[in-house]
């Protein structure tokens, strides 16, 4: 086999339909839009979720519960195991967890969760902690401290 006699596989290309390019094409004069109406158009056509002038169903049913976003607190997460990365300092800040890329961007402050484990006495300061991430630190001999 030559390079010359590749071909692709039988049917899998597949020509574009060329329409209103006149009789003999089958698919001239209306270019397969039929005739007349908003379908028919340049640019005409209904936009999604429109029922003919009927009240939508998206505004037909009842709106429920509350959005809490301009209240909404985003921390930071970061789990026990992952303060291993950090072993030569005493005092974790969420300033010494940036510099050295554990975590990308503080949000609203940083929350320690209790994943992993824990085997030496550090202290962490963070805005938030899980329960258990309290207890294995506490059973470490570390200390914590809320910011």
């Given at each position: 086999?030559?390079?010359?006699?590749?071909?692709?596989?039988?049917?899998?290309?597949?020509?574009?339909?060329?329409?209103?390019?006149?009789?003999?094409?089958?698919?001239?004069?209306?270019?397969?839009?039929?005739?007349?109406?908003?379908?028919?158009?340049?640019?005409?056509?209904?936009?999604?979720?429109?029922?003919?002038?009927?009240?939508?169903?998206?505004?037909r049913l009842p709106k429920r519960g509350f959005k809490n976003e301009p209240f909404k607190k985003v921390f930071a997460i970061i789990n026990l195991k992952s303060l291993d990365k950090v072993k030569d300092v005493d005092?974790?800040?969420?300033?010494?967890?940036?510099?050295?890329?554990?975590?990308?961007?503080?949000?609203?402050?940083?929350?320690?969760?209790?994943?992993?484990?824990?085997?030496?006495?550090?202290?962490?300061?963070?805005?938030?902690?899980?329960?258990?991430?309290?207890?294995?630190?506490?059973?470490?001999?570390?200390?914590?401290?809320?910011?």
């Amino acid at each position: 086999m030559k390079i010359s006699e590749l071909r692709p596989a039988e049917g899998s290309r597949k020509r574009k339909k060329r329409v209103g390019r006149g009789p003999g094409s089958g698919h001239g004069k209306t270019a397969c839009r039929g005739h007349k109406g908003q379908k028919s158009r340049s640019g005409g056509g209904v936009s999604p979720g429109f029922e003919g002038g009927q009240m939508p169903l998206h505004r037909r049913l009842p709106k429920r519960g509350f959005k809490n976003e301009p209240f909404k607190k985003v921390f930071a997460i970061i789990n026990l195991k992952s303060l291993d990365k950090v072993k030569d300092v005493d005092v974790i800040t969420p300033d010494i967890l940036m510099e050295r890329g554990i975590i990308k961007n503080l949000k609203d402050g940083l929350k320690v969760l209790g994943d992993g484990e824990i085997d030496r006495a550090i202290t962490i300061k963070a805005h938030a902690f899980s329960e258990t991430a309290r207890k294995k630190i506490e059973q470490a001999g570390g200390k914590i401290e809320v910011i």
